[in-house]
């Protein structure tokens, strides 16, 4: 896990190394910067396989040059074909195996490699430069481009210096809380999206974007419950245990959760030495889940780590997580990452996580709503608003925010939609042209339930929760390794009925029954109680003074598109107790801080 760096702009040395400092926490063993041609490249090196220095970065072949941030989780198998290929290696670094692979197969390398990846490639001959980003978007790509001078690097906090805020970035966080790829905070800034390769043309200045993979309409397996749960449980062990590959120490995040225990069970199976693992507890009950981690770790016979935070902990990582999620970021359990991977950095680099099992097998709770409400959004539109308008669910007690949306939604594409958006809820005007890039999950099933976990693989997952998990991780200098996240495991369980994975309301059925072969059901069919913290109540009460002086008149009069007005309105009716505006709050909070580090470094 690295930082990479590349671009054409003639910055001085001490720019470039003032630029990688600043995320110099992605690769604090080794940075290295060249200069090709009018080229400069850099990395900043997390050492974690082949840990001598020639394999550190930028790393040469020929008239190629590399920088490349991730792990190719089968470069053992790819660097055999090369060897039979007549290549011989130097080093033992996937570094290597991605660097002569491109060199043989060109852009094709990318259908060999299984791994999380972001990398540029210079050819001095060619004059090209050629990147990509791993098929689920685990690792971060980041571009500037003006149709001649670019600038790429695995964050975009050494890009901001003298950039304009993008006002429709700003109403797109507002909307999502995260801004969706391939758009940025500031203008002329990209992401590039997942499963996408990108090839810059110095001979032409020209820019070509191409989609190398992607999720396919989906078609169901003839296959029985048994054997599909063989099947699976076998691609499981092997997306184990090819990320259990590393020269330095290696554990697992354990929470009281489904996924979580599973990884660690196949760790603690398949792994040749006792594994470590770690959780985080709360003093509140409501949210702590350490006892039930304690058990499992018990069970699976593993050197597990609990860590018992109390609020001031927590509250200390804020000015943290405004520093290293350098775009405006309001998932709050960013938080307990942080704290998690602080921890965890102590005892070992590199941790397995159970992070994508949730999208793939019906995890979320949001699931059961979608059933639920599925016969509501049957009603013809026209009945459904008149229900809405007519005060009857009041009086039978029904009012909840999930059934007054599916009576006020056209259709249920739109009722899939307002689960990862608040579609213009706190904007003055609505906007919602970033969904022209995720129209896919309309075409790619018919299954209703198969539609929302694709829109949340695509939406929600690239841009919340794998932007939460390599920020928190890479502060620490910790590499995250998620199996769910390996796309076979995520290609199979779009193959597979839905009531393998959801039956009855029973979420994860699969994935339950193999746990089973590891852990008694009665021990882990407890409560979740998800990776959060009780910010809300934290707002008004430790830290209702920091939030009052943060969302000032000032700073709500610089957000472009919010309706003032009525946020001051949800502010109050929080701060009093009336109601749990927490998610609106604590969105607007984070911007706020952002704004402070962003005026600061423009100024």
């Known amino acids: 896990m690295c930082g990479i760096y590349l671009t054409n702009i003639p910055y001085e040395d001490k720019e470039v190394r003032a630029k990688l400092d600043s995320i110099n926490f992605r690769g604090p063993d080794f940075m290295g910067i060249d200069k090709i041609d009018n080229l400069t490249l850099g990395h900043l090196r997390l050492s974690i396989l082949d840990l001598d220095p020639r394999s550190n970065q930028p790393m040469d072949f020929d008239n190629l040059t590399i920088v490349f941030n991730g792990e190719i989780y089968n470069y053992k198998d790819v660097k055999k074909d090369l060897v039979s290929l007549g290549y011989i290696f130097k080093t033992e670094s996937d570094t290597e195996v991605l660097l002569i692979g491109y060199k043989h197969w060109g852009k094709a390398v990318l259908e060999k490699i299984n791994g999380m990846f972001a990398f540029s490639i210079y050819d001095s001959v060619a004059k090209t430069i050629f990147s990509a980003r791993d098929r689920m978007g685990v690792k971060p790509f980041y571009y500037y481009w003006d149709g001649e001078k670019f600038e790429i690097c695995s964050q975009i906090k050494p890009m901001l210096a003298g950039k304009k805020i993008n006002d429709e970035a700003i109403s797109m966080y507002l909307d999502c809380m995260f801004v969706p790829s391939p758009y940025t905070i500031v203008e002329n800034v990209y992401k590039l999206p997942p499963g996408n390769s990108m090839e810059i043309d110095l001979n032409t200045n020209t820019l070509k974007i191409d989609k190398y993979w992607n999720l396919k309409d989906v078609v169901i397996k003839g296959i029985s419950y048994d054997d599909a749960k063989k099947e699976l449980h076998q691609l499981l062990l092997d997306a184990v245990k090819i990320r259990l590959q590393s020269d330095v120490p290696i554990g697992s995040f354990l929470s009281g959760g489904i996924d979580s225990a599973l990884v660690s069970a196949i760790a603690a199976e398949v792994s040749e030495t006792k594994i470590n693992t770690f959780s985080i507890g709360f003093d509140d009950p409501d949210f702590d889940e350490s006892k039930i981690a ?12 609990t860590t018992i935070c109390n609020p001031d902990d927590i509250l200390k990582l804020i000015p943290k997580l405004t520093h290293v999620y ?12 942080l704290l998690l991977n602080k921890v965890t950095k102590q005892y070992v680099t590199v941790a397995l996580s159970g992070d994508g099992g949730d999208e793939s097998f019906i995890g979320y709770n949001y699931f059961h709503s979608l059933v639920s409400n599925k016969k509501i959004m049957d009603i013809p539109y026209p009945i459904r608003k008149l229900i809405s308008s007519s005060g009857i669910l009041k009086l039978f007690g029904m009012n909840t925010h999930r059934i007054t949306n599916a009576l006020n939604t056209k259709s249920r594409n739109d009722f899939i939609e307002n689960i990862f958006s608040r579609k213009g809820f706190l904007l003055k005007e609505k906007r919602q042209d970033y969904m022209k890039h995720y129209q896919g999950y309309k075409k790619w099933s018919n299954i209703f339930l198969q539609k929302a976990a694709d829109l949340n693989i695509k939406l929600w997952l690239e841009n919340d929760s794998n932007v939460k998990v390599d920020r928190a991780s890479m502060a620490y200098s910790v590499e995250v390794r998620s199996p769910f996240l390996d796309y076979r495991v995520v290609e199979y369980a779009r193959s597979l009925p839905m009531s393998f994975r959801f039956e009855k309301g029973r979420q994860k059925r699969i994935l339950r029954d193999i746990l089973k072969e590891y852990i008694p059901e009665e021990v882990f069919n407890q409560p979740k109680r998800g ?26 009069n610089k957000v472009p598109n919010l309706n003032i007005k009525k946020f001051k309105k949800l502010l109050s009716e929080h701060m009093s107790g009336k109601f749990d505006h927490t998610v609106h709050v604590w969105k607007l909070y984070v911007l706020s801080k952002w704004y402070e580090e962003f005026e600061n470094k423009n100024h």
């Open 531 to 556: 990776f959060s913290v009780p910010i809300g109540d934290w707002m008004r009460t430790e830290l209702r003074e920091e939030f009052l002086s943060s969302l000032n008149d000032e700073f709500l």
């Open 294 to 305: 304690e058990q499992y770790a018990e069970i699976l016979n593993t050197k597990h780590k």
């Open 326 to 337: 350098d775009e405006p970021f309001a998932d709050s359990s960013a938080l307990p990452s």
